[in-house]
């Protein structure tokens, strides 16, 4: 239970502060008791003790009571047992070696032994209680739901898509942890595809396929993160059918995640592409105000700090690339106003993420899309618009509605407009016949980077 607090808080410790002062300082931390309201954390040296009381401690008070609202005060204490190894081990060299493990293990709290060495750690934060749920991710989150909740395999697999931070590794988990929970005796093993590609080739060069195939085989619920990881690379590619294959034979659950529909994954082999496509495909779409919004509430509130409605609503307004980056937002508006301990406003967020809104402020137009590609296709700016439809203008056209796409928030039928009044479908047919393109022919490809850079730039 008080483990399982300081997971969490530590986890958020950690994105707050960054990997490296985590390291130094927050791992250390051993969660020793709570009574009275206390909580009571032992670090192994005082000259720790009183750094981490110096600059965390306010932050641990805080997140703590955001974890167990009883929880009025967090005592941090000098504990030798658990001083470094260099100090402890200098005790009597009369004791047995086998006799060595006298003290606790210096193993960090949050960082739990892998209980299962094949699979990945899950994130403690990443459960159904934490998904913040609106129209962009309703529906893959109801897959997600009934994944995990139900005994029987109702879709398989079930196929998660979507842009870079819009919550499929997050659902994943949370799947893994509502079973871990209801139902620990089903195995669940929850993997990046990089890694099932990892271990396999570690097997083949040890001559180990067969317990390679055994272990895979052998689990309730295989869960594959990011599988676009494996377009290309043909033998992973066929372990990983053959590993599908024989689990969706004995009717075990496979949860798949990708950035691209199972369709539009290129460098798959098309049986793989058709049997990831057989169960369910749900996506997770961009996200809106509302769900930005929605999410910065509940993330506040988690951290039991009060962050003005005026400030969320300035970050749910500015920050819409993806969910990561929203949150880092926020994390970093909130070390900021705990560390020089003053209260988070308008004014202290824009100093704070002055860097990261230079960077959206700075819209990109259509008009100003148009008005390059014209430039670099050697077209007139008016044939953007116009009705003709001969290759020479209709090329560059369907480039321009493809870029005002890719960097600008506009919807399929505002771009549409732009172009002469144009229907939505015509925008879509531009995007897709680019992308088809791009991936053929790596002139074009590069071509379409450039401008893109010229416009960024
Ligand atoms: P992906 O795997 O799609 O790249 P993640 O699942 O890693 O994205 O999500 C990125 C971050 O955004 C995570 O910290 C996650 O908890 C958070 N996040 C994404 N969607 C939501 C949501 N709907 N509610 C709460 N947090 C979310
Ligand atoms: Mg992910």
Redesign the pocket.
Known sequence: MLNSQWDRIAARLRDEVGDAAWRSWLRPVAVRSLQDGTVRLALPTRFMRDWVATHYGERLRTLWAGEEPSVRDVELVVDSARAPAAVTDAAPAALPAAAAPHRPAAAAPCAPAESDELGAQL?P??TFR?????KP?EFA?AAARRVAEASQVSFNPLFLY????????????AIAWHIREHDPSRRVLYLSAEKFMYRFIRALRSQDTMSFKEQFRSVDVLMV??VQFIAGKDATQEEFFHTFNALVDQGRQIVI?ADKSPSDLEGMEDRLRSRLNSGLVAD?HA?TYE?RL??LE??AEQMGVPVPPKVMEFLAHKIAS???E??GALNRVVAHSQLIGRAITLESSQEVLHDLLRASDRRITIEEIQKRVAEHFNIKLAEMGSARRSRQVARPRQVAMYLAKQLTSRSLPEIGRKFGGRDHTTVMHAVKKVEELRASDQNFSEDVDLLRRMLQG
């Open positions: 994130d934060r990443y934490n998904f913040v749920v609106g991710n989150h979507g842009g870079v931070g819009l919550g499929k590794t997050h659902l994943m988990h993160d990011d995640s997770l996200t769900l929605g999410i509940s993330k993806n969910v990561r929203l949150e």
